[in-house]
């Protein structure tokens, strides 16, 4: 048996699965409009942020702190791609309802099952729009005496954000639109479209 293998051999079975070959499932979804972050690059940036996490966090493994529910895809990605012992937990916060902007107001629906005293807590985040869901998790986690709190959140929408944030990690800038899938929905649905693609669709408010 060949011993597990990182890099390229990882990007030669992507390229395989997501390349010419490859059919988009997704491309007669009506609400659905085009590719923002394709997966092979999804793919490909996680990998990269996985190895600037193991080398950032040696010697001190990481408690990652995913927030559900857009966070899951993320989070089960990049928790592979760090070569250290981390643990996971996970909160969910509610700012959004079913609508497409910010209420602005921030819930606890599920709190952490650990004690963060004197850990090195990484909250992995999927979108950063306003701002301010972060800042408040922030203020709410550091509360609870880390030792560390860093953020690592895979999209920062543009020229949104109306609270200065410190974001250590980010994944990649995107324009200001409305977008689903890897783990993002609107009203629940297309979290699982495999990339990250535009919502077109019709705007439902709680
Ligand atoms: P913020 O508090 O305005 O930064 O909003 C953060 C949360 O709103 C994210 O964690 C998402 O759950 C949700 N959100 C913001 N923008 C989008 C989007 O374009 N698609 C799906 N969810 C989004
Ligand atoms: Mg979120």
Redesign the pocket.
């Given at each position: 048996m060949s011993p597990p293998d990182e890099g390229g051999g990882l990007q030669e079975r992507q390229g395989r699965s997501g390349g010419a070959v490859s059919i988009d499932r997704w491309q007669d979804e009506p609400d659905l409009g085009e590719v923002v972050v394709p997966e092979d690059v999804l793919h490909k940036r996680v990998a990269e942020l996985g190895d600037e996490l193991t080398a950032d966090y040696d010697g001190r493994p990481p408690l990652l702190v995913g927030?559900l529910k857009?966070a899951f895809v993320f989070m089960s990605d990049l928790a592979r791609a760090i070569r250290l012992p981390v643990e996971v937990d996970v909160m969910a916060v509610a700012?959004?309802g079913s609508a497409?902007a910010?209420s602005g107001v921030?819930r606890i629906v599920k709190d952490l099952d650990s004690d963060l005293t004197d850990r090195h807590v990484l909250v992995v985040?999927?979108?950063?729009?306003?701002?301010?869901?972060?800042s408040y998790l922030r203020r709410n986690l550091l509360a609870r005496q880390p030792a560390s709190l860093e953020v690592c959140a895979l999209l920062v929408?543009e020229g949104r954000q109306r609270a200065r944030l410190d974001l250590r990690y980010v994944g990649f800038h995107i324009p200001p639109?409305?977008?689903?899938g890897y783990g993002?929905?609107?009203a629940e649905r297309y979290r699982n479209v495999p990339d990250i693609r535009v919502?077109r669709g019709p705007v439902t408010v709680d």
């Open positions: 927030v857009g700012s959004y497409t910010t921030v985040e999927d979108i950063v729009d306003s701002g301010l869901t972060l929408k639109d409305f977008v689903v993002l929905d609107v919502y």
